[in-house]
């Protein structure tokens, strides 16, 4: 599976961005799908995952309010909706295609990331 992340940007606070995770490979469909996103001082954040053929999302649950993730397993794309952005979701976003849920080392798979920068 390979994965291409794109969407990022520059915007103001309170703007809405919508990331995409396109996927490559006839297995897209059979995994769990999520964004992580990390700043240069943090560890890799989990954001939010979908499981395999879509289904109740996972969240971390300060995001839930102002995010939402879907798929559309015909176009093996996986889209992370993100509305009301403040300067703190600031980061590199990155998709990845695994089992891991909320664990960044249960993914195999990874996309690039795509920059986000949220300015007040």
């Known amino acids: 599976v390979q994965l291409q992340a794109s969407g990022g940007g520059t915007v103001q606070a309170g703007d809405s961005l919508r990331l995409s995770c396109a996927g490559s490979?006839?297995?897209?469909?059979?995994?769990?799908v999520a964004w992580f996103r990390q700043t240069p001082r943090e560890e890799r954040e989990f954001v939010m995952a979908?499981?395999?053929?879509?289904?109740?999302?996972y969240y971390k649950e300060a995001l839930r309010d102002r995010f939402t993730i879907s798929r559309d397993d015909s176009k093996s794309t996986v889209w992370l909706q993100m509305n009301s952005l403040k300067p703190e979701d600031t980061a590199v976003y990155f998709c990845?295609?695994?089992?891991?849920?909320?664990?960044?080392?249960?993914?195999?798979?990874w996309g690039q990331g795509t920059q986000v920068t949220v300015s007040s």
């Open positions: 490979g006839r297995t897209f469909s059979r995994h769990y």
């Open positions: 979908v499981g395999p053929g879509g289904g109740s999302p």
């Open positions: 990845a295609a695994g089992a891991g849920i909320y664990n960044p080392l249960g993914y195999s798979y």
